[in-house]
């Protein structure tokens, strides 16, 4: 049984800055991605930013430059420390933890985060 549990969402004004944390427990393997994703209302999920376990990291685009992630392997968390944030960040973010080797996928609870103009 794997669990994720995120925290740091929050009402933020543009401009300002926040830090979501990701803890994960259970059967957790090394090899294995861990990520955030996000969802704003009426739209679907979309890629926010994942890490791998040796520190190579992948953002979309449109946060590239504003968001970094990060990860420690001893406490199995995953950061994301997310700047210059703008109205159009608003939006449910999610942890994800990709278990490459059994192929098996993982989901927190979701972590809203709003951005006020």
């Known amino acids: 049984q794997v669990q994720l549990v995120e925290s740091g969402g929050g009402l933020v004004q543009a401009g300002g800055s926040l830090r979501l944390s990701c803890a994960a427990s259970g059967s957790i393997f090394s090899i294995n991605v861990m990520g955030w994703y996000r969802q704003a209302p009426g739209k679907q999920r979309e890629l926010v930013a994942v890490?791998?376990?040796?520190?190579?990291?992948n953002y979309a685009d449109s946060m590239k430059g504003r968001f970094t992630i990060s990860r420690d392997n001893a406490k199995n968390t995953v950061y994301l420390q997310m700047n210059s944030l703008r109205p159009e960040d608003t939006a449910i973010y999610y942890c994800?933890?990709?278990?490459?080797?059994?192929?098996?996928?993982?989901w927190g609870q979701g972590t809203q985060v709003t951005v006020s103009s």
């Open positions: 890490i791998a376990g040796d520190g190579r990291a």
């Open positions: 994800n933890l990709n278990l490459v080797t059994l192929g098996r996928t993982y």
